[in-house]
């Protein structure tokens, strides 16, 4: 069974940085294409980066320069390190098997404000 267990929010000042936390059970992080969506008050979910499991990244053009994808085999834990983090990155971020958000866990907040 799947279970993916997201940390690392909380409120942060604009141009602040976060690091999100994955912690995943039932699958191995290091051979399965992970994902990271979010979802911004109001609005669908929308995705923001994928990490292969060859190791190649890949980002939504909104965060492609400020955001960056990693994982750690060891820990089997997959995260997300934002930096000059915007307003409009507010939202509930998940990280997921596909684009879709499948099996994504409860989430963790990210609100960017002053």
């Known amino acids: 069974q799947v279970q993916l267990v997201e940390s690392g929010g909380g409120l942060v000042q604009p141009g602040g940085s976060l690091k999100l936390s994955c912690a995943a059970s039932?699958?191995?992080?290091?051979?399965?294409?992970m994902y990271w969506v979010r979802q911004a008050p109001g609005k669908g979910l929308e995705w923001v980066s994928t990490?292969?499991?060859?190791?190649?990244?890949f980002y939504a053009d909104s965060v492609r320069g400020r955001f960056r994808i990693s994982r750690d085999n060891i820990k089997n834990t997959l995260y997300l390190e934002m930096n000059r983090l915007k307003s409009e990155d507010t939202g509930v971020y998940y990280c997921?098997?596909?684009?879709?958000?499948?099996?994504r866990g409860k989430g963790t907040q990210v609100t960017v404000s002053s």
């Open positions: 997921a098997l596909n684009e879709e958000g499948d099996s």
């Open positions: 039932g699958l191995t992080v290091s051979t399965t294409w």
């Open positions: 990490l292969g499991y060859g190791g190649g990244e």
